[in-house]
């Protein structure tokens, strides 16, 4: 309990000042709780683990206030403290934990005591109807009974959905001792068919090939599930299998190893499935357990940044050496993290030095695209979205989003011939999507050109997408392009409903009542757009509107000597 104890100097002497112990007591415990609860609520787990470590030293039986620090110190990976206070959790005459459980248990396997786990799940302890089966038979690979090990993972393999964990397990289990035949015949799909394996569980495999010494069978793997552009990561591994390396298998090494690749599997189905927070639990566990994968840290990191916790996720993408294959993947990951805490010239600043390095990896001009796009440097985005269009040779179906971001930054360039065959080369590639055909669609609207085709590719992009506010708002600018108000009038309210706070369909809507002579709906609805902080140029033009009218605006559009290119808003 000491680290928790040491971070509470702060409260006792706001005690002392505040006036009678048991008077200060009781306030910090109030106050600590309710704060801890509350960043807690936020994902702020630093600031939860500061508050509940206060409300601790006035109250340290609270198992609700132990609980709430067991998951505060996983979330920022001190699992000193939470396995602390997993064990006074523990003591207490309360509800059994899962979280201080899988706080015990990774205590446990840390310090490799493999009978204290199994005596634990044979008193019931629960982690996890998966966790508990994969944990318990890497337990009983540590304790050296590989028999016992093999049934258990044996038996998962019986259970409907989680064939695949069972299977990657045991083959993982079975290299681990030396059986790289066993486990080739499970991964090769000789045992019980194809297994699927993300790709930490394919360079494994290519890893157990080469003990196989089959190196040349493991190259033609990772071309199979990688191609053949560049890629760190895969790059570092094949060239060592290229120089006729016999590669180790270092996947799992020991049945720790094992037990952190548990949680790290469980952590990548959770991803994006449930609570971020439940895949932050299990890849700090995976972490901790071994601390050498990198693929952990890095999906670590990303979690981090989905909840909110940007600094700790740009510390961790920042704890890869330059000279780690990892490097480049962390790196545009700390990048778009530093760009969503307001930082897009630092972000900007480190892709280009990692292009400068790395310019042949079209991950790494696309990022630089997207920040420079996003800070609306348009034509120093197409030329990365040039460089990554280059780098991929002859364009395959993946590849629309490429053309089309490189069309939007033309566009807004106000480079339109470039942007439309953009966008129609991206329409080449995938002729159904949605985002495409609404935005050249919108465009050729806006333009005055082809509006037959227009109209039938935004058509074509609602049946795609029927939910979608902005092309909702297109069919309708369409019919108002054509003339044809009446029809216009259906979908620009479906769309306001959809996109309620949006300042350009708020202004279409009311230009759309203004042609159907329901004057007074549109001058509110005009009203409205200006509260939604339309740009300088639109809100200019609504303004006019409310003096003159729609009528009269587009009378002096028309007769303007030069009409200025309209931004495509959609």
């Not at 080739?184 to 196989?212: E, N, T, W």
Request: one cysteine or more.
């Amino acid at each position: 309990m000491s680290k928790i104890l040491s971070r509470c100097l702060s409260a006792l002497s706001l005690a002392a000042v505040l006036g009678s112990p048991l008077q200060a007591e009781e306030a910090i415990d109030t106050g600590a709780y309710l704060a801890a609860r509350v960043a807690e609520s936020h994902n702020d787990f630093p600031a939860a683990s500061a508050w509940y470590a206060r409300a601790i030293e006035t109250d340290p039986s609270n198992p609700q206030i132990l609980e709430g620090a067991v998951l505060a110190e996983i979330g920022i990976g001190d699992f000193d403290v939470a396995i602390q206070a997993a064990d006074l959790l523990k003591t207490l005459d309360a509800p059994e934990s899962q979280l201080a459980e899988l706080a015990l248990l990774a205590g446990e396997a840390q310090r490799e005591d493999y009978a204290a786990i199994l005596a634990a799940f044979d008193q019931g302890r629960d982690v996890g109807g998966l966790a508990n089966s994969l944990v318990t038979a890497w337990a009983k690979v540590g304790e050296g009974k590989m028999s016992d090990a093999l049934a258990e993972f044996d038996t998962l393999t019986q259970a409907k959905g989680l064939e695949a964990f069972g299977y990657y397990h045991k083959a993982l289990a079975m290299a681990m001792v030396g059986d790289f035949q066993g486990a080739d015949d499970i991964l090769s799909g000789k045992v019980a068919g194809p297994i699927f394996m993300m790709r930490r569980g394919i360079m494994a495999h290519a890893q157990i090939l080469s003990q196989l010494e089959r190196n040349a069978d493991a190259l033609a793997l990772l071309d199979k599930s990688f191609g053949t552009r560049p890629d760190p990561v895969i790059d570092a591994l094949r060239h060592r299998l290229e120089a006729g390396e016999p590669v180790p298998f270092d996947t799992v090494a020991t049945a720790r190893d094992g037990i952190a690749e548990t949680f790290y599997t469980i952590s990548t189905a959770l991803n994006g499935e449930d609570d971020p927070v439940y895949a932050l639990i299990h890849l700090r566990i995976a972490g901790y357990l071994q601390p050498g994968n990198a693929d952990a840290m890095l999906l670590t990191a990303d979690v981090l940044g989905t909840l909110g916790m940007s600094d700790l996720a740009v510390e961790t993408y920042a704890a890869f050496a330059p000279d780690s294959p990892y490097h480049v993947n962390a790196e545009v990951g700390r990048a778009n993290v530093l760009k969503e805490q307001g930082k897009a010239d630092v972000a900007i600043e480190a892709l280009q030095a990692l292009a400068a390095q790395n310019g042949d990896l079209v991950s790494v001009q696309f990022s630089l695209g997207e920040v420079l796009q996003d800070e609306k440097r348009f034509e120093e985005a197409a030329a990365a979205y040039s460089a990554a269009i280059d780098l991929r040779g002859a364009p395959t179906k993946e590849d629309w989003v490429l053309y089309f971001y490189r069309g939007i930054c033309h566009e807004q360039s106000k480079n339109w011939d470039p942007a439309e065959a953009d966008f129609r080369q991206a329409l080449a590639l995938n002729p159904t999507q949605p985002q495409v055909l609404n935005y050249l669609g919108y465009g050729l609207v806006d333009r005055g050109e082809k509006l037959d085709e227009a109209l039938a590719m935004i058509e074509k992009a609602v049946a795609g997408d029927p939910q979608e506010g902005y092309i909702i708002d297109s069919l309708a600018w369409a019919y108002f392009k054509l003339g044809r108000y009446a029809d216009a009038l259906e979908p620009m309210e479906r769309a306001s409903l959809l996109e309620p706070v949006d300042p350009i369909v708020t202004d279409h809507l009311g230009d759309v009542y203004w042609m159907n002579d329901r004057k007074m709906e549109a001058e509110f609805q005009w009203r409205r757009a200006l509260s939604f902080e339309p740009t300088e140029k639109d809100a200019a033009r609504i303004l006019r509107k409310l003096e003159i009218g729609l009528d009269a605006v587009m009378a002096e559009e028309a007769d303007a000597p030069v009409a200025e290119e309209t931004e495509t808003g959609n």
